[in-house]
């Protein structure tokens, strides 16, 4: 009998217990490594093992649940040799005293190898861990199946692996449930500070932003005065502590939007500090150095001594002081911080997965589909307002804004993630 390589499947989402479990029934050993392992996962192929619990030779995981660990348990309850259960307990930073990272790798593999009486073997490589979703088709999983004589060469290979994997674990004990579970939480938690690496030094600091254009000649010095008007209905700005920004361009942005997403492009940018408001149109006589004016254009230039405006209806006279120079300091932003979303379906539901599946004993009727996007799940009361502030602008063609939230701008070769973690990390890389 020659060797043979079947790939699985051409749909992703195709279950794969029954194939098991009909190989399971067929050999006289097995040994499964599983990256990962749930309750359901193992219900679903221990028919044949329970049936005849000498033929598990091997049964390596990586990480499980608490009721994972059970059925482990269960298995040696049913008659499974409890020095044939064991767990990888994956690789973790080396620190000092108590301190660990909790970035570990671990025991990705997924193997179910099954050696059969007429002298052949088959073994299943692939992505499928020993979970429902794995094993019943719920993921898109991919592996392949090879067949043939147990003395080839690949099965050889194959069980160097398992014994390889099995040198580097440990023998399960029930008693490790507890701390085993413990263990899968610390990855877990790991992984999730790792994968949420959007920049997170947010802070909800309200800030004014004027963009303003001058092509050549002086800008502001410190402590120089600049006068601008704000549009009343953009935000109520009442207070003398509201931060204001100004960024200079050689030519005015197409929008205000474009222009908060050039500032890097800025010949100069000012950090200024409120020293006037004025609000009803009071302010006849200012004195300032330099005033923004024109809408459509926004010029910054010297102003007149001293400065008599003549403010358009519903807006907010403003005088700042150029407190420092800066660059691109920061990003601003409209969007809430606690966004959500919620899932766009497919119309159709998914033949594979569709209702009369059982599921942790009990038939379900649940549909699936295929999930084409991801939609907002409503606006906050502050999203609402920035997506107004947005609008208002747009709408007016000012080139002056309130943006609710900003960040601090880190530059490509720093990290994004002020996390202590990772800083172990750095610190263990360098010793």
């Keep these: 009998m020659p060797l043979t390589t079947q790939v699985l499947f051409g749909l992703p989402q195709c279950e794969i217990a029954a194939i098991i479990q009909d190989r399971l029934a067929r050999c006289h050993s097995t040994s499964i490594v599983s990256g990962f392992v749930t309750v359901a996962g193992v219900k679903a192929i221990s028919a044949p093992i329970r049936a005849i619990p000498t033929k598990l030779a091997t049964l390596l995981v990586g990480?499980?649940?608490?009721?994972?660990?059970?059925?482990?348990?269960?298995?040696?309850?049913?008659?499974?040799?409890?020095?044939?259960?064991?767990?990888h307990l994956g690789h973790s930073s080396i620190g000092s005293g108590k301190s660990f990272c909790k970035y570990r790798p671990m025991l990705h593999s997924k193997i179910y190898l099954m050696e059969n009486p007429d002298g052949t073997s088959c073994a299943f490589v692939g992505s499928h861990n020993l979970t429902d979703f794995a094993m019943n088709g719920k993921n898109g999983e991919a592996g392949v199946l090879i067949e043939g004589p147990s003395s080839d060469p690949q099965f050889e290979t194959i069980r160097r692996h398992i014994a390889e994997?099995?040198?580097?674990?440990?023998?399960?004990?029930?008693?490790?449930?507890?701390?085993?579970?413990?263990?899968?939480?610390?990855?877990?938690?790991?992984?999730?500070?790792?994968?949420?690496?959007?920049?997170?030094?947010?802070?909800?600091?309200?800030?004014?932003?004027?963009?303003?254009?001058?092509?050549?000649?002086?800008?502001?010095?410190?402590?120089?005065?600049?006068?601008?008007?704000?549009?009343?209905?953009?935000?109520?700005?009442?207070?003398?502590?509201?931060?204001?920004?100004?960024?200079?361009?050689?030519?005015?942005?197409?929008?205000?939007?474009?222009?908060?997403?050039?500032?890097?492009?800025?010949?100069?940018?000012?950090v200024c500090r409120t020293t006037g408001l004025e609000l009803e149109e009071g302010g006849t006589e200012l004195k300032a150095d330099w005033i923004l004016d024109g809408k459509a254009d926004p010029l910054l230039s010297r102003a007149p001594n001293p400065l008599r405006p003549i403010p358009s209806p519903g807006v907010k006279q403003i005088r700042v002081k150029v407190v420092r120079h800066t660059e691109h300091e920061f990003d601003y932003l409209f969007e809430n911080p606690k966004q959500s979303w919620e899932p766009a379906f497919e119309e159709r539901a998914f033949p594979v997965l569709s209702g009369g599946r059982e599921e942790n004993g009990k038939v379900s009727n649940r549909q699936w589909a295929l999930v084409k996007g991801l939609t907002e799940a409503g606006l906050t009361e502050h999203m609402a307002l920035g997506q107004l502030l947005v609008e208002g602008i747009a709408g007016r063609g000012s080139y002056v804004g309130i943006l609710l939230r900003r960040r601090k701008v880190i530059p490509l070769l720093e990290t994004t993630i002020d996390d202590p973690l990772l800083e172990q990390l750095e610190d263990d890389a360098e010793q």
Excluded: C
């Design 165 to 270: 994997a099995r040198r580097q674990a440990v023998a399960y004990l029930p008693t490790m449930k507890a701390a085993l579970n413990w263990w899968t939480v610390q990855f877990i938690e790991g992984f999730r500070a790792e994968v949420k690496d959007a920049p997170r030094e947010v802070t909800g600091t309200r800030t004014i932003v004027a963009l303003a254009a001058r092509a050549d000649g002086p800008l502001p010095g410190i402590d120089d005065i600049i006068y601008f008007e704000l549009p009343t209905d953009l935000g109520k700005i009442n207070s003398l502590t509201t931060e204001v920004h100004i960024y200079i361009f050689p030519e005015s942005p197409a929008t205000f939007a474009t222009g908060l997403e050039a500032l890097d492009q800025a010949r100069s940018g000012l």
């Design 63 to 87: 990480a499980g649940t608490y009721g994972a660990f059970e059925a482990l348990d269960g298995l040696v309850a049913a008659g499974v040799p409890a020095n044939r259960l064991f767990v």
